[in-house]
């Protein structure tokens, strides 16, 4: 098994190329990588979601992660999902440990408690009594978090940008030549991050991808001090991309003056119709049946105002690999993303600058895709592909296989049969 990094560049996309390839190292990687230029996100197009889907070849619905947030109305801030015990799929990281590869994981969304040998996951501190710390090391690998804290924790701000992502590649670069594993998984959210607080086009988000190029090269180079250069397939991909926006849609706003929702002492207390965000999308779930009519007659008169670009039954969600339990699912229209608070007006003034969670098909809403080593066919093209189609060519690239999948082995970009 030769080694394998998967780099996760979270929000760069296709439209995100003419800069990135003329950077040093983006631009000599991509000229001899096997490329996808444009791959279509899952439905909702979220970090979780989208990363469960890279690693195990599934449709949201299908791996079970159907968004960032888990559904529970009576926390004012929600868990997310966090662990691995949520994902009802075989991931590309199980493969490789049965195969007695061994297996890093990097601020990988959805990993806490996964197994992975060396884990640093992606988990935050949501009750009072928490702290990074311990929420970290019960999710973790925690010798190993440790040890990366203690070498390295005076470069991270909390999760600030580009403190949060440099602690990542310190570790990282410290990760592949302390313990060399077969398999490592890194997410870095620089340019997600700018974006939501400037824009998609923003001065800020150009300098992050700059940042990140920076970062590449260091890994490179990293490499060839090991001597790892001609055998290790280097992975860089997107997970979705993102829309600015200026406008917020809250949904539970209209179901408490309706009565469907019912607060007390400053939470929800009971619930008959309730909205869950995925940012640019949102969930309606509905208990009682008889309220489908007028929920939906809410939506429309929405939709024609603007606020809504596209309504969907449970049924037309499923069929996207969306959570099909929900009574429908509402596309936020043009510029317009929704949150989950019941206070204040239904419409607001955005608080971020761009955001994602759009349907995958929304015009220049693709991401990428790029694979070099010697699993790798150099120069190959697939002109379009799903995120679905990346576990199974990843897993067949690490010679190991997910079993059923809802994408499919792209053999044209790889030189092996």
Same mark, same amino acid.
């Given at each position: 098994? *030769?080694?394998?990094?998967?780099?996760?560049?979270?929000?760069?996309?296709?439209?995100? $190329?003419?800069?990135?390839?003329?950077?040093?190292?983006?631009?000599?990687?991509?000229?001899?990588?096997?490329?996808?230029?444009?791959?279509?996100?899952?439905?909702?197009?979220?970090?979780?979601?989208?990363? @469960?889907?890279?690693?195990?070849?599934?449709?949201?619905?299908?791996?079970?992660?159907? *968004?960032?947030?888990?559904?529970?109305?009576?926390?004012? +801030?929600?868990?997310?999902?966090?662990?691995?015990?949520?994902?009802?799929?075989?991931?590309?990281?199980?493969?490789?440990?049965?195969?007695?590869?061994?297996?890093?994981?990097?601020?990988?969304?959805?990993?806490?408690?996964?197994?992975?040998?060396?884990?640093?996951?992606?988990?935050?501190? *949501?009750?009072?009594?928490?702290?990074?710390?311990?929420?970290?090391?019960?999710?973790?690998?925690?010798?190993?978090?440790?040890?990366?804290?203690?070498?390295?924790?005076?470069? =991270?701000?909390?999760?600030?940008?580009?403190?949060?992502?440099?602690?990542?590649?310190?570790?990282? $670069?410290? @990760?592949?030549?302390?313990?060399?594993?077969?398999?490592?998984?890194?997410?870095?959210?620089?340019?997600?991050?700018?974006?939501?607080?400037?824009?998609? *086009?923003?001065?800020?988000?150009?300098?992050?991808?700059? +940042?990140?190029?920076?970062?590449?090269?260091?890994?490179?180079?990293?490499?060839?001090?090991?001597?790892?250069?001609?055998?290790?397939?280097?992975?860089?991909?997107?997970?979705?991309?993102?829309?600015?926006?200026?406008?917020?849609?809250?949904?539970?706003?209209?179901?408490?003056?309706?009565?469907?929702?019912?607060?007390?002492?400053?939470?929800?207390?009971?619930?008959?119709?309730?909205?869950?965000?995925?940012?640019?999308?949102?969930?309606?779930?509905?208990?009682?049946?008889?309220?489908?009519?007028?929920?939906?007659?809410? $939506?429309?008169?929405?939709?024609?105002?603007?606020?809504? =670009?596209?309504?969907?039954?449970? =049924?037309?969600?499923?069929?996207?690999?969306?959570?099909?339990?929900?009574?429908?699912?509402?596309?936020?229209?043009?510029?317009?993303?929704? =949150?989950?608070?019941?206070?204040?007006?239904?419409?607001?003034?955005?608080?971020?600058?761009?955001?994602?969670?759009?349907?995958?098909?929304?015009?220049?809403?693709?991401?990428?895709?790029?694979?070099?080593?010697?699993?790798?066919?150099?120069?190959?093209?697939?002109?379009?592909?799903?995120?679905?189609?990346?576990?199974?060519?990843?897993?067949?690239?690490?010679?190991?296989? $997910?079993?059923?999948?809802?994408?499919?082995?792209?053999?044209?970009?790889?030189?092996?049969?």
């Amino acid at each position: 098994m *030769n080694p394998m990094i998967v780099i996760s560049l979270d929000a760069v996309g296709t439209r995100d $190329l003419p800069l990135l390839k003329s950077l040093p190292n983006f631009g000599r990687f991509w000229k001899e990588a096997a490329v996808c230029e444009q791959v279509k996100s899952v439905y909702p197009s979220l970090t979780y979601p989208a990363h @469960t889907s890279i690693v195990t070849g599934r449709v949201p619905s299908g791996h079970g992660i159907v *968004n960032n947030l888990r559904i529970q109305p009576e926390r004012e +801030r929600p868990d997310w999902f966090w662990q691995r015990r949520f994902v009802k799929a075989a991931t590309i990281y199980d493969q490789v440990k049965k195969q007695g590869g061994k297996t890093a994981a990097l601020l990988w969304p959805v990993t806490g408690r996964s197994g992975i040998r060396w884990n640093l996951p992606e988990v935050l501190p *949501n009750r009072f009594w928490q702290n990074q710390i311990m929420v970290s090391f019960l999710n973790g690998s925690p010798l190993y978090e440790l040890d990366l804290e203690r070498r390295f924790g005076c470069l =991270r701000n909390g999760v600030k940008q580009p403190e949060l992502d440099d602690f990542v590649q310190a570790s990282l $670069l410290y @990760t592949l030549e302390r313990h060399r594993p077969d398999l490592t998984l890194v997410h870095f959210t620089d340019v997600d991050t700018n974006r939501h607080l400037y824009g998609v *086009n923003s001065r800020e988000a150009e300098e992050a991808m700059r +940042r990140h190029d920076r970062r590449l090269g260091e890994i490179f180079s990293c490499l060839d001090r090991m001597g790892w250069s001609k055998k290790t397939n280097v992975v860089i991909l997107g997970d979705h991309y993102q829309m600015d926006v200026d406008r917020s849609l809250g949904l539970n706003g209209y179901f408490l003056r309706r009565r469907w929702i019912r607060v007390k002492n400053g939470r929800i207390s009971s619930w008959q119709v309730l909205a869950r965000e995925c940012d640019g999308s949102c969930y309606i779930y509905i208990k009682d049946q008889s309220l489908n009519k007028p929920v939906r007659e809410l $939506l429309e008169s929405l939709r024609r105002r603007g606020l809504i =670009r596209q309504i969907y039954t449970g =049924r037309e969600a499923a069929a996207m690999g969306a959570d099909g339990s929900c009574a429908f699912m509402a596309e936020g229209g043009f510029g317009v993303y929704f =949150r989950d608070d019941w206070k204040g007006p239904g419409i607001r003034k955005s608080t971020q600058k761009a955001t994602h969670g759009y349907h995958p098909d929304r015009e220049g809403y693709t991401t990428i895709f790029g694979g070099r080593g010697p699993a790798f066919a150099a120069g190959a093209v697939e002109q379009t592909m799903c995120l679905t189609d990346e576990g199974p060519t990843l897993a067949a690239a690490l010679g190991v296989s $997910l079993g059923r999948t809802d994408g499919k082995v792209r053999k044209n970009l790889l030189s092996i049969s």
